[in-house]
T-cell receptor, first 113, second 115 residues
């Protein structure tokens, strides 16, 4: 039973435009949500996170939005750059489950020059 | 500062053989995690060490998998005997503190192929 879902396996965006990556979750007990970015042959790298008590967190070109009632979060990248081309994983944690991350299947973002 | 390192980067073995994967966490990180990604699917948690103790091994698939972290430094993950469904990329991660807000730093992974 997959508790974190990324229903779009891929996304293609023009350089300079906004990229919006979506993530849905089923477990209302998640306390913390994270986005990881992964380049080929490398491990995932932490990008940005948000606590369940907030609805928005911004860091430079990256903003994460959380809609708890819809159990949905999204990552906005604006403006998108070719170097943003990677696989993006949504992940979640529960305080009651210790430290483990529950990941989605990832969305491959391609930013066209 | 060196990041999380994993060895080997690739391993190709036949069904029934044994493979041992190694992870060296970032120096000073007490927490060490193993995850696995089967092709095209999500990255799944396997287990979590705090120093040399297993904090959570709820994600270990079965008793063919054995993880150790003697002395609380590097960790090994042994698969014996390997089956076809064990193929995937095995990631190791480490973090300094145990907290829902901590950042886990990932290694590059070991790609295991079982033929």
């Amino acid at each position: 039973d997959q508790q974190v879902k990324q229903n779009s396996p891929s996304l293609s965006v023009q350089e300079g435009r906004i990229s919006i990556l979506n993530c849905d979750y089923t477990n209302s007990m998640f306390d913390y949500f994270l986005w990881y970015k992964k380049y080929p042959a490398e491990g995932p790298t932490f990008l940005i996170s948000i606590s369940s008590i907030k609805d928005k967190n911004e860091d430079g070109r990256f903003t994460v939005f959380l809609n708890k009632s819809a159990k949905h979060l999204s990552l906005h990248i604006v403006p998108s750059q070719p170097g943003d081309s990677a696989v993006y994983f949504c992940a979640a944690k529960k305080k009651s489950s210790g430290d483990k991350l529950t990941f989605g299947t990832g969305t491959r973002l391609a930013v066209r020059p | 500062e060196a990041g999380v390192t994993q060895f080997p980067s690739h391993s190709v073995i036949e069904k029934g053989q044994t493979v041992t994967l190694r992870c060296d966490p970032i120096s000073g990180h007490d927490n060490l995690y193993w995850y696995r990604r089967v092709m095209g699917k999500e990255i799944k948690f396997l287990l979590h060490f705090v120093k040399e103790s297993k904090q959570d091994e709820s994600g270990m698939p079965n008793n063919r998998f054995l993880a150790e972290r003697t002395g609380g430094t590097y960790s090994t993950l042994k698969v014996q005997p390997a089956e076809l469904e064990d193929s995937g990329v095995y990631f190791c991660a480490s973090s300094q503190v145990t907290s829902v807000y901590n950042e886990q730093f990932f290694g590059p992974g070991t790609r295991l192929t079982v033929l």
